[in-house]
């Protein structure tokens, strides 16, 4: 059972290049989430997706766009890669809406420098 | 908005000894979730307990606890026995009941010395 998993682990891109994060999960769960990590500052919410055919913004959405590809797969897009935007990035997701039906699981990440 | 505040951008402590890492935060929500999440070195997301705003029993798990003070906002974890696997970057997190939308501190870094 894979869980949750992201695709690529590293990537380097130059500003002004675009690129897709993959993420899939296994579990049969509704909701999926893009989260990014800065030190200094925790994990911030990009974006999310309660259920298929859904996404809504998060705390951090601008220079972002997401795809609820169907139930399994949830992927964050970055049309113009900014060095703002070099980061670890972290998918996840849960079988409900809300944390009453359980907590997040993870990806293992993808770290994401922009030069 | 909820905000979560950890102001422990560090701590260490010796191998088998205690060490209580501090969370606050901030909501005019009446139900609500309480996390920690552990980060090793591995990058990994891990939960290591929860707490539900309407149960004023503390969440324990084996050597980790909470002190769950809802009139102070306060939410700090306890870890007992510390172990060298215990280093890690320790994340508090909260959720609102209805929201769907996870809220992080900016972490701790915890060292756990031999």
């Known amino acids: 059972n894979a869980g949750v998993t992201q695709t690529p682990k590293f990537q380097v891109l130059k500003t002004g290049q675009s690129m897709t994060l993959q993420c899939a999960q296994d579990?049969?769960?509704?909701?999926m989430y893009w989260y990014r990590q800065d030190p200094g500052m925790g994990l911030r919410l990009i974006y999310y997706?309660?259920?298929?055919?859904?996404?809504d913004k998060g705390e951090v959405p601008n220079g972002y766009n997401v795809s609820r590809l169907n139930k399994r797969e949830f992927s964050l897009r970055l049309e113009s890669a900014a060095p703002s935007q070099t980061s670890v990035y972290f998918c996840?997701?849960?079988?409900?809406?809300?944390?009453?039906?359980?907590?997040?699981?993870f990806g293992n990440g993808t770290r994401l420098t922009v030069t | 908005a909820q905000t979560v505040t950890q102001s422990q951008p560090e701590m260490s402590v010796q191998e088998a000894e205690t060490v209580t890492l501090s969370c606050t935060y901030d909501t005019s929500e009446s139900n609500y979730y309480l996390f920690w999440y552990k980060q090793p070195p591995s990058r990994q997301m891990i939960l290591v307990i929860r707490q539900e705003a309407y149960k004023q029993q503390n969440a324990t798990e084996n050597r980790f606890s909470v002190n769950f003070q809802k009139a102070a906002k306060s939410f700090s974890l306890k870890i007992s026995d510390s172990q060298l696997g215990d280093t890690a970057m320790y994340f508090c997190a909260f959720e609102g009941g209805n929201t769907g939308k996870l809220i992080f501190g900016q972490g701790t870094t915890l060292q756990v010395k031999p």
């Open positions: 996840a997701s849960r079988p409900g809406r809300t944390a009453y039906s359980s907590p997040l699981h």
């Open positions: 997706s309660a259920s298929e055919g859904t996404t």
């Open positions: 579990m049969n769960h509704n909701s």
